[in-house]
């Protein structure tokens, strides 16, 4: 199983991007996608995650209403969907999966949880 980000990017607040997690691999009939990130000097924290299950979505606090997740089954690939980004909002993405877990996306996934990560990739929004 290998999960690839990709649409790192240089952006002013305000701006949109959006980024892909290309999934390979993948043959689990059911899993939860989680987005991370983490910011300079601090620590991994959730922003959104998708359940396989009934394509539920759960976001953080800091993120809602401005971050979307999706999930294309023909391309086997989740995507976030960023708008109306903050200089906060700096930091680098990784997705990761937990896989062959039957769970409703009720709560953000833990990272301590996750089975599989990506490498990540850069977003920084200039102020």
């Known amino acids: 199983v290998q999960l690839a980000e990709s649409g790192r990017g240089l952006v002013q607040a305000g701006g949109s991007l959006r ?8 043959t689990f009939d059911s ?11 601090k620590g991994r924290e959730a922003v959104a995650g998708f359940s396989s299950v009934d394509g ?13 997740i999706s999930y294309d089954n023909a391309k086997n690939t989740v995507y976030l969907q960023m708008n109306s980004l903050k200089p906060e909002d700096t930091a680098t ?9 039957f769970a409703t996306m009720t709560s953000l996934p833990n990272d301590y949880d996750m089975d599989y990560w990506g490498k990540g990739t850069l977003v920084t929004v200039s102020s």
């Open 31 to 41: 899993y939860v996608i989680g987005w991370f990130r983490q910011a300079p000097g």
């Open 56 to 68: 539920s979505t759960n976001y953080a606090d800091s993120v809602k209403g401005r971050f979307t």
């Open 19 to 26: 980024l892909s997690c290309a999934t390979s691999g993948f």
């Open 93 to 101: 993405y990784y997705c990761a999966a937990l896989v062959n877990i």
